[in-house]
């Protein structure tokens, strides 16, 4: 896998989505210079503490995030930070490891607040973060373009500035720096993972396979080397072979949760759900954290919705709402109630739906979260609004709305919500039977999106041109993600429409 605990994809699925996320904004303080404990210099990025035991921990807890281990990380990092209270970069780490939203923001605001007591490129890292979160691109690729240039030579440096990449779904750039990374320093390991990732993703599974393997080489006794060729398995196609090497993994590491929801994914793929829901059961039931549940509901929800049972689906996202409010996380809590919003958009309840979407605007703007969290949340809105217009058949109010969001993301300048906006676009063309201009918006929206596949299929068809209508139908049906709410509400109308 990419990235382990399900608080980054509930930040994919409630920020990238939806282009909002938070973060106050701090001055540019200058930073001091590097304490007596930093890492020694040649080209890498420091690591600013005044504690050397702080170091050691932190060190530890990085080694264990960067093999994905990141809830047996957690500890580290906590030392760390008890030891030096001032570790920024400790902070972000701690962040990057939690598993609920509320966490990861609460730490991510230590990390920025911080950042003034750290390094350059440790400040620089913390920033582009922050901008990350915000979903603000530009300032994301400003900040990592600012890191490698003052760290040319930093593994770490070329990794992230090729995440930024990958996340704009610009590939060729992101094996450029992922393979710079593996030239910088032949044994970092994550850089062989998300180079795999890269690959697969431009659809080169010959290289994708040779990265997984590599990455197994280096590091054999760890479980996500096999559970990263287990999803590149998946995508091919080959479930049971995709099933055996999840199931390695687990030998490895009985907790590794990304693989029990692999191994889900693919059964569902073969056709078998009630397998794959207890897979996701028994993940359930020995969860050690809201993270791993969140995961296994969200896997069932997914389960449920690919098989046709939306009113089972919602109760499983009511599950997830209630780990959320538990603790207040009201990041967690706007996530559900979109989830919950799309899904009512899927069963035609349309009126429920812009029910639940004014819930998530409501607690958003009345939240302590921060004003890019609110202002980005009031532009996704227009987009929400659009699709429920959509379905109730409302041109006007759908065109509209589409237009006032396709301003926004436009201004923002994020390469993600254009893509939104062109899907939007594409959407209200198809259902105006403009098929021309559906294509052509629709072939600029987001192709990891199996729904928009999905679209193109439908535009093709209605076009008349029955080859191109199957060849999208059939690139949707085989898109063979990890559990994925868009891929579950359009799998089994492309199959059907790619086998004629």
Known sequence: MRRQGSVLFLLAAVFALSSCAPAPEVANAPAPAASPAASPGGGKIPVTTSSEEARKEFLQGRDMAERLLAQDSIQHFDKAISLDPNFALAELGRANAAQTAKEFFEHLKKAVDLSGKASEGERLLILATQAGANGEAAKQKEQLDKLVAAHPDDERAHFNLGGYYFGQQDFAQAITHYKKATELAPNYSPAYNILGYAYRQNGDFANAEQAFKKYIELIPNDPNPYDSYAELLLKMGKYEDAITQYRKALTIDPNFVNSHNGIAAAQMYMGKPDAATAELQALNDKARSDGDRRTALFGMTVVDADGGKLDKALEEVEKQYALGEKINDVAAMTADL?????????????????????????????????????????????????TVALGKKD???????????????????????????????GMIALAEKDYDKAIAEL???????????????????????????????????????????????????????ASG
């Open 338 to 386: 979109q989830l919950k919003g799309n899904i009512l958009v899927e069963m035609g309840k349309y009126d429920e739906a812009k029910e639940q979407f004014e819930r998530l605007l409501k607690m958003t703007d009345e939240s302590a979260l921060s004003q890019e969290i609110k202002d980005n949340t009031k532009l996704f809105h227009h987009y929400n609004l659009a």
């Open 395 to 425: 041109s006007a109010t759908a065109k509209s709305e589409a237009e006032e969001f396709r301003k926004g993301a436009e201004a923002s300048k994020n390469p993600n919500q254009q893509r939104q906006a062109h899907e939007l676009a």
């Open 443 to 497: 072939q600029q929206a987001n192709q990891q999106n199996p729904q928009d596949l999905y679209r193109l299929s439908q535009a093709y068809q209605g076009k008349g041109d029955g080859a191109k209508a199957k060849e999208f139908a059939a690139k949707a049906a085989g898109f063979n993600s990890l559990p994925q709410l868009n891929y579950a509400f359009v799998r089994t109308k492309a199959q059907k429409l």
